[in-house]
């Protein structure tokens, strides 16, 4: 059964002025307005969620997501999970796209966890995670487990 996740992106400005605005918002019924713009090397608002933000946070949620779903079902208890994820823009062929996205969370497990178990879950994660399945960058994943 498919799932479906609409979502609204408006944009006001004139493309005939070369200073035009990049910035723009994307809402959803129920949930808080989400301020978009492109990445300041193409003229946009640093203050804004860009394009490559997003992509990079979709994949690192959605990994941390289903990990814990992971670890839940196999009665491993993590505590505290803090990615400093990143995603890469670059130009490959004359292509430019994002080629890679570094995931490298700290995962906080209880006293005498095994950090082999908690390491193949992570790993199994990419396996299952929607957002990169859904995608053909490279995904980087260097996680460093550390007891509470």
Sequence with gaps: MAHRYPLHLSWTGN???????R??????PGKHP?????????????AR???EDLLGSALSTCHMLTFLALCAK????????KD???????????????????????IRVARGTSMAK????????????FVANSVTC???????????
Excluded: M
């Excluded at 493309?15 to 605005?21: I, R, V």
């Excluded at 908690?118 to 995670?129: N, Q, S, T, W």
């Design 138 to 148: 490279e995904a980087v994943l260097a996680p460093r487990v550390v007891e509470a």
């Design 34 to 46: 989400l301020s978009v713009s492109s990445a300041p090397e193409y003229a946009g608002d640093p």
């Design 15 to 21: 493309t005939l002025d070369a200073t035009y605005s």
């Design 74 to 81: 196999a009665k491993v208890e993590v505590v505290d999970y």
């Design 23 to 28: 910035s723009g918002t994307v809402t959803n």
């Design 118 to 129: 908690v390491l193949d879950l992570f790993e199994k994660a990419h396996k299952y995670c």
């Design 84 to 106: 400093q994820a990143e995603a890469v823009l670059d130009t490959v062929d004359k292509v430019t796209r994002i080629t890679q996205v570094h995931l490298r969370p700290v």
């Design 49 to 51: 969620w860009n394009p």
